[in-house]
């Protein structure tokens, strides 16, 4: 049967809070028009709750979600997905809840919403977006209960639904421990599964990486057991690139074996990398790593590569040793590749390193005078450089003379290579920050940075970092020490932002170990897990009997604790068992199968002279007794008041 019921405007008001803090945590992730759109609706519906006008017309709220059906088609320009999935969900919530019209209206609406609060998980699984999903899952679950009970007390109907969901949290505990594990993303349609990742390009163009300068977000987190290396071999090994077009550059010819190409040497530092996911093979490796990593592979230009792209938030357990000698003996096809320019770009520069190969009397000198010839530029670092037209090395070095990292390792390179000595371009990240609240070291997208390789007989590849040329305080103090003051810095490396900084740390902590300890629970540590408690080598069936003992266990407890509780002194009970005793002494005992209002009717006819106050004690004890939640105190005395007070003749 339709519950064609009209709603209080405590239910609207409750419904109201649930659907505003279900889609405020997913307004950064809509469209600008959306997110308005959806605001306005809220808004309308609000300001009609509270001068008690009607909705609007059915016609008007079809045209609306026609257009905005529109909107989201020429947005996404298309309809299958998780983006435009979750912004027709959203919008299709705020008009139910401008069209509702009864309490039918509002459980559909409520529906909606928890699936948008799961929603939420399909962009982010922060300890913030679980909290901001429980907030949401909370005020949902109370409207609920408010259309159950409209009288009930606002507190009453709050502290019931947090009781719900606390006692949902042991079942969810034995799921999330035994359930199998699911590798992948929470939305596994290819369009957009991994949608939104960020991070380092395997092709780098001038102003490519400076646009990561501004962005605070986490590349990865390293863990090192002892202390760190200095921040001058901080060099985190992304995309090595040899490919030149006389704009981008790109890689260029690599082998993929399951060993390095290089006898690992020197000091060994050993650490955890949890790597964010960014949809590429590459492990941002400190250099160089050692042989003995499970699950990875090795270029042959010294990468360290993961066996799939990196899809989801990744932790592994590394050995680096940063003072190894790699390279020194070369293919021929990457040697000849790494000398490669493309014909008739940069005269410039072509004509100083021709000028430079003529004084230098080998590759050791080339390079020592490119540097000197560099270093007397006066070049700029800056987030911000001039946008540069077909000649940009021509133009950097002579003309703006300003440029971020990958305009300084580009000019390098090109000048090696035209002088005759074999260079490319590698990218990553440098540096990184200390988190002093759990000593992790964070290493921020607006750590991005580009250096080169030079190659040397005897030597092989050796690192240069040409940005140290005009800001070495970038390499031993990270970018915001090393911009003019002219440019612009992220908000949290500006001055006087200390505290906040000491807030982002404290953050950063808590979600390091909301990421290893709850995203990072994953098939191997619940296998690792398994085995502690006695079951080695567990397949489906020993975790299917596991998960049926655990929630058999947890009903019984549950079971328990209600009776206990049923055992303990209810007045409200009392007052009904008082009621009883005195209806006995006159003879009209209660049958044990007959409930309150069938009991209330016989009395009133047994005693037709007090038949008002019978059905009204009979049907206060009815509504109090089944209702959702504790009754109401002040009903129970007031009800046992009036059995005192009911006198039979």
Not at 594 to 602: A, F, I, S, V
Request: net charge positive; charged share 20%.
């Amino acid at each position: 049967m339709r519950d064609t019921r009209a709603p209080t405007p405590a239910q609207f008001g409750w419904l109201l809070a649930a659907v505003t803090a279900t889609l405020a945590p997913h307004a950064i992730e809509l469209p600008y028009w959306l997110a308005i759109l959806c605001a306005s609706l809220i808004a309308i519906r609000s300001a009609l709750l509270w001068r008690r006008g009607k909705p609007p017309h059915q016609l008007v709220i079809v045209l609306v979600a026609v257009a905005a059906g529109i909107g989201v088609r020429f947005e996404f320009s298309h309809f299958f997905g998780k983006d435009p999935g979750v912004a027709l969900l959203a919008v299709l919530l705020c008009l139910k809840l401008l069209e509702s019209r009864t309490t039918r209206d509002l459980r559909a609406a409520v529906l909606l919403a928890y699936f948008l609060q799961l929603g939420l998980f399909f962009y982010n699984q922060t300890p913030g977006i679980a909290a901001l999903a429980l907030a949401g899952a909370l005020l949902t679950t109370t409207t609920l209960l408010s259309l159950e009970d409209a009288a009930a007390r606002p507190v009453a109907q709050l502290r019931t639904s947090a009781v719900l969901l606390s006692q949902g949290l042991p079942f969810m505990l034995v799921l999330f421990v035994l359930f199998p594990r699911v590798q992948g993303p929470l939305w596994g349609l290819p369009s957009d599964a991994y949608s939104g990742m960020t991070g380092l390009s395997d092709t780098m163009t001038p102003g490519s990486i400076s646009q990561l300068g501004l962005s605070d977000a986490i590349a990865f987190r390293a863990e090192f057991d002892g202390t760190p290396p200095p921040p001058s071999q901080r060099y985190w090994r992304g995309p090595v690139l040899t490919r030149y077009d006389g704009r981008s550059w790109r890689p260029g010819f690599s082998t993929i074996a399951r060993e390095p190409r290089y006898e690992p040497s020197g000091r060994a530092y050993e650490y955890r990398l949890t790597l964010e996911p960014h949809n590429q093979p590459w492990l941002l490796a400190l250099d160089f790593p050692a042989a003995d990593i499970p699950k990875t592979r090795y270029a042959g230009d010294f990468r360290l590569l993961a066996e799939q792209p990196v899809r989801m938030r990744t932790r592994f357990d590394l050995r680096s040793y940063p003072a190894t000698a790699v390279g020194k003996v070369e293919d021929a096809i990457v040697l000849a590749e790494a000398q490669r320019l493309p014909a008739n770009v940069n005269p410039r520069s072509r004509a100083l390193a021709r000028e430079i190969a003529t004084e230098g009397a080998g590759p050791s000198e080339i390079l020592a005078l490119t540097l000197e010839r560099l270093r007397g530029l006066d070049l700029t670092y800056t987030l911000s450089p001039p946008l540069l037209g077909t000649h940009s090395v021509d133009e950097f070095l002579f003309d703006t003379r300003q440029g971020f990292c990958e305009h300084f390792a580009s000019a390098f390179v090109f000048l090696m290579r035209a002088a005759g000595v074999p260079a490319r371009v590698v990218t990553g990240y440098q540096g990184g920050e200390i988190n002093p609240v759990d000593g992790s070291l964070v290493v921020r997208q607006s750590d991005a940075h580009a250096w080169a390789e030079v190659w040397l007989v005897g030597r092989g590849w050796v690192r240069v970092d040409p940005t140290a040329l005009a800001a070495p305080s970038r390499i031993e103090s990270g970018l915001s020490a090393a911009l003019p003051d002219w440019d612009v810095l992220p908000l949290l490396r500006r001055p006087g932002m200390d505290w906040l900084r000491d807030l982002r740390h404290r953050w950063d902590a808590v979600s390091n170990t909301w990421n290893q300890w709850v995203l990072g629970y994953n098939p191997d540590r619940q296998r690792d897990l398994l085995e502690r408690m006695g079951f080695p080598q567990p397949d489906w069936r020993t975790l299917a009997m596991l998960l049926g003992v655990s929630a058999a266990g947890l009903m019984l407890l549950l079971l328990a604790w209600a009776f206990a509780q049923r055992r303990q002194h209810d007045p409200l009970d009392a007052a009904w068992t008082s009621f009883s005793r005195k209806l006995a002494r006159h003879g009209a005992a209660r049958h044990p199968w007959e409930g309150p209002l069938d009991y209330g009717k016989r009395l009133a006819m047994t005693f037709p002279e007090h038949a008002e106050p019978l059905r009204t004690i009979s049907e206060d004890y009815a509504r109090l007794r089944y209702r959702i939640g504790p009754a109401d105190p002040h009903s129970v005395r007031l009800l046992a008041r009036h059995i005192r007070r009911l006198k039979l003749k």
